[in-house]
C-alpha cells in the first residue's frame, strides 16, 4: 500500500534537517496510550543523531511528573529535552517582577514553587481541566477588574485535545471567556507563540530553518512553527480531523503524514527526495 | 413637530431597572403603567431573565402593586423555549432550578441542542465539556443572551456570556442570542399584539440592549434615567437618539408617549 502522505516538495527542500520538534499529546500518544509505532518512531530519529525537543502545550503536570509518564508509557526521553509552558511562564513572571494569581492544575503548581503569590497583579490561566470552576473563573475576573494595569496570561490557546474517552476542552475557551468579560486580550506563552519555540531553538543550537516541528493542532503547531521559519507537519492522528484541518482557510503544513512514524520516515527520506530531483 | 407617534399602537416596557429595582417599585411607575393602560396602546413587557421563570417575576411584581397579566411579560427565557420547541431539539440546558419551571415539559434525554442562561453552579469544566462534545455532534448552541458581567452584593460577578464566548471559541460555532438585543425578541412580543415594528416603541434602562436593540429592529426606543443608567450612556448607540427620547424615569416616559399621542388629534 502506498503511503498517502502530501508534501509540499519545493519548502520542504529548501535546506537540510538537523533537528526535530515533537508535540506530545495526539503525536506521540492519547491520554496513557501510546500511537502504534511512535516509541519507535522516536528512537530512529535518535540514532540518525537529529537533534530532538519535545515541546508541548501541556500543562495538566509538571515538567518532571511529564517526563515520566512518558518514559512509563515506553518512551526515552530526558526531562531538560521536554518544554511545556509552565517553566517559561516563571521566567516570564521573575523578568516582570509579576506575582501571579494560579487558575492552574494543582498538578502543575509545583513548576511555580518560587514564584511569589502573595498580593496577585496578574492573573495566569492553564488547562486546570476539572479544577476549572465558576468560583475560580470569577475569583480571576474579579482580581483582573480591580486591578490598575491587569495583565492576562494563558499557557497556550488550544481549543480541545484527544484524551481516551473524547475530546476534551482545552485551556482557550477558559481564557476566551475571561478576555470577553474583561474586554483584555492575553497573552499566550506556549505554543503557537515565537518566543516559545525561540527557546528550545536556542536550546538544540539551530536556526530555525534547520528545525520540522511535528504535531497534531493545525494552529498551534504547524501555524505557529511555519510563523518562525521552521516547517510544519501535520499527523492525522490525535485531535486530527480531515474536513477542518486538511484545508485549514490560514495555515498550510509543508506535509500532512498519517502518523509520527510516517513523519519520521519522510525526514529520513529527503535526501533521496533530493537526488530525485537532481537528476530529472 | 410632527408627532414622532404618528401611528403608535403598541409599548415594550422593561422590567429591572425601569419599573422596579429588585424589591423596590420605582417612584411613579405603578401611577404611570395605570396611565398607559387607559390609552388603549398594546403593552408587552420584555425582559432579559435567565435566573427567575415568568411566575417568579409576577408573583414579585404583583406584590410590588403592579397589575400585570402573564400573557403580557415576554421573558428571554420563554423565547429559548419557544426556539427549542420551533427547532425540535432535545436541550441541554445550563440553566438554575429556579428557572427550569419555564422548560417543564421540555424533551432533554439525549440532548442535540445546548442553552446557556445564567447558571453559575454549572460554570464548570464537565458540564462545559459536556456541552462541547455536544456541539462536536452537532448540537445547536442557544444563549438566552450574552451579557459579560453582573452586579451582586459581593461584587461584580461573570454572566452567561463569558461561557457562550468560550464554547463559541472552541467549537468554531456561533451562538443563537435569543433575548435582547436580538431582533426576533422584540417582534415575537409584537406579533403577539398583531402590531409591526414602526408602531411600537420600547422603554428600557440598558441603553444597548433596550434602546439600541428596540432601533435595530425598527423600533423606537426611549432611554429611562433609572436602574443601570450612567451618566452619558446615550452615547454608546451607534444610532442617533433624539435627546426627547431620554427621560428621567418610567413616568416621564408615559408622559412623553402621552403628549406625543395627543398631538396627533
Keep these: 500500500m502506498l503511503p498517502n502522505y502530501t508534501v509540499n516538495i519545493m519548502a520542504w527542500l529548501r ?89 492552574v492544575h494543582p498538578k502543575v503548581l509545583i513548576d511555580f514553587k518560587d514564584v511569589d503569590q502573595s498580593n496577585p497583579n496578574c492573573v495566569v490561566v492553564g488547562d486546570a481541566a476539572e479544577h476549572f470552576t465558576y468560583e475560580r473563573m470569577n475569583s480571576a475576573f474579579r482580581l483582573l477588574m480591580e486591578l490598575k494595569n491587569p495583565k492576562l496570561f494563558t499557557l497556550g490557546r488550544g481549543r480541545y485535545y484527544l484524551e481516551e474517552d473524547g475530546l476534551c476542552l482545552d485551556v482557550g475557551c477558559f481564557t476566551t471567556a475571561l478576555e470577553f468579560a474583561t474586554g483584555l486580550k492575553a497573552e499566550v506563552v506556549g505554543k503557537p507563540s515565537s518566543s516559545f519555540f525561540a527557546t528550545p531553538l536556542k536550546d538544540m543550537g539551530l536556526d530555525s530553518s534547520e528545525v520540522v516541528m511535528i504535531g497534531d493542532d493545525i494552529e498551534s503547531d504547524v501555524g505557529g512553527a511555519q510563523k518562525c521559519g521552521m516547517r510544519g507537519v501535520l499527523v492525522r492522528t490525535g485531535k486530527f480531523r480531515p474536513e477542518r484541518d486538511e484545508n485549514h482557510p490560514n495555515v498550510k503544513p509543508d506535509a500532512v503524514v498519517n502518523d509520527l512514524a510516517q513523519g519520521v520516515e519522510l525526514i529520513l527520506s529527503s535526501e533521496s527526495f533530493k537526488s530525485l530531483i537532481k537528476h530529472e | 413637530m410632527a408627532s414622532c407617534f404618528r401611528s403608535l399602537k403598541a409599548v415594550l416596557i422593561d422590567l429591572s431597572g425601569t419599573l422596579h429595582v429588585e424589591n423596590d417599585v420605582i417612584p411613579g411607575s405603578i401611577e404611570a403603567l395605570n396611565r398607559l393602560r387607559k390609552s388603549g396602546l398594546a403593552l408587552r413587557f420584555v425582559t432579559n431573565t435567565t435566573k427567575e421563570s415568568r411566575s417568579f417575576l409576577l408573583s414579585r411584581l404583583s406584590s410590588l402593586g403592579f397589575d400585570i397579566k402573564a400573557e403580557e411579560v415576554f421573558t428571554s427565557l420563554l423565547a429559548a423555549r419557544s426556539l427549542v420547541e420551533s427547532l425540535k431539539v432535545r436541550p441541554y440546558l445550563f440553566l438554575e432550578d429556579e428557572a427550569l419551571e419555564d422548560f417543564q415539559g421540555i424533551e432533554t434525554d439525549n440532548p442535540n441542542a445546548v442553552v446557556v442562561g445564567l447558571a453559575p453552579s454549572m460554570f464548570e469544566y464537565n458540564h462545559m465539556n459536556r456541552a462541547f462534545r455536544l456541539l462536536q455532534d452537532g448540537a445547536h448552541l442557544i444563549a438566552i443572551h450574552k451579557s459579560k458581567y453582573y452586579r451582586t452584593k459581593e461584587g461584580l460577578s461573570l454572566g452567561p456570556g463569558p461561557f457562550v464566548e468560550g464554547l463559541e471559541f472552541a467549537s468554531g460555532q456561533k451562538a443563537r442570542i435569543v433575548g435582547k438585543p436580538a431582533p426576533d425578541f422584540f417582534s415575537t412580543a409584537l406579533s403577539d399584539v398583531g402590531v409591526k415594528p414602526e408602531e411600537a416603541v420600547m422603554v428600557g434602562d440598558d441603553v444597548l440592549l433596550d434602546v439600541g436593540g428596540a432601533l435595530d429592529a425598527g423600533l423606537q426606543g426611549i432611554l429611562v434615567k433609572t436602574g443601570k443608567y450612567r451618566e452619558g450612556d446615550e452615547g454608546k448607540l451607534k444610532q442617533v437618539l433624539n435627546t426627547s427620547f431620554v427621560v428621567s424615569d418610567f413616568a416621564a416616559a408615559v408622559d412623553f408617549i402621552l403628549k406625543e399621542l395627543g398631538t396627533q388629534k
Design chain 1, 15 to 103: 535546506s537540510p534537517i538537523k533537528g526535530v520538534m515533537l508535540d506530545i499529546s495526539g503525536v506521540l500518544k492519547n491520554g496513557n496510550v501510546a500511537i502504534p509505532g511512535s516509541i519507535e518512531a522516536v528512537q530512529r530519529l535518535r540514532k540518525c543523531g537529529l537533534k530532538l525537543r519535545f515541546v508541548t502545550n501541556e500543562t495538566q503536570l509538571s515538567r518532571h511528573d511529564l517526563t515520566e509518564k512518558l518514559r512509563r508509557i515506553g518512551f526515552q526521553l530526558h526531562e531538560n529535552e521536554v518544554f511545556p509552558p509552565a517553566p517559561a511562564m516563571v521566567e516570564t513572571l521573575k523578568g516582570l517582577r509579576l506575582n501571579p494569581m494560579l487558575l
